[in-house]
């Protein structure tokens, strides 16, 4: 549920509480995760948010044509001018930011590979998770109006409940539906399939 206060709940701790050792390998690690889900932007709305970059890639044909065929012609350089386009996207996107741009950038490019899992999907799967996705930052615009005027409003929790709902629903949906186009595309192509030309490759053939 911390991906959900992300952007109303800012976490203050006393200089004398903050430990000056640190030797447990594992309390570093929860420190990272604590940093990723509460004090960067958040990863659903990230998400939403690459669907609306999708919608501008129609505006693609305005760019030169040498730099349409460069895009077109070299996989690693589309995925690298992604990357870029997101972090562009995120740090727009993220107006309340509390942790370093190293972070930033892992965050960024832990949600540019959670996209690619959800594109590699059958529709069935696609459409489902982008519905998710528009409930789910609905209820998150409606919750920080809420939050805002009437701290005290008992539907708070509620509303924080059903997103952590939402959000287990939506990554069950692409892992099950990643998973899925990867065994039917295993099964057509038997030994010559390839999990990095899945997750990284771009053209379509027909029924696929």
Known sequence: ?????????????????????????STSTSNILDILTTQTFDTKTALAALYLWLLFGYLSTMVSCDFQRWMK???????????????????????????????IWLKTIIVYV??????????????PVLLLLVIDQSLKSHYLY????DKNNTSLPIFASWRDKISYLIYAIIAIGFIAY???QYTEFGNEFSLMKLLFHYECSNGN
């Open 1 to 25: 549920m911390a991906d959900y206060y992300a952007d109303v709940v800012v976490r203050v701790e006393s200089p004398k509480d903050t430990p000056q050792h640190t030797s447990n390998p």
């Open 73 to 103: 012609d070299n996989v690693l350089v589309r995925h690298f001018i992604g990357i870029i386009s997101f972090f562009f996207l995120f740090t727009i996107i993220d107006t309340s930011n509390k942790t370093d741009i190293s972070i």
């Open 146 to 149: 809420v939050q805002n005027n």
């Open 182 to 184: 990867a065994v039917r």
């Open 114 to 127: 959670v996209f690619l899992f959800m594109v590699k999907s059958k529709w069935y799967f696609s459409v």
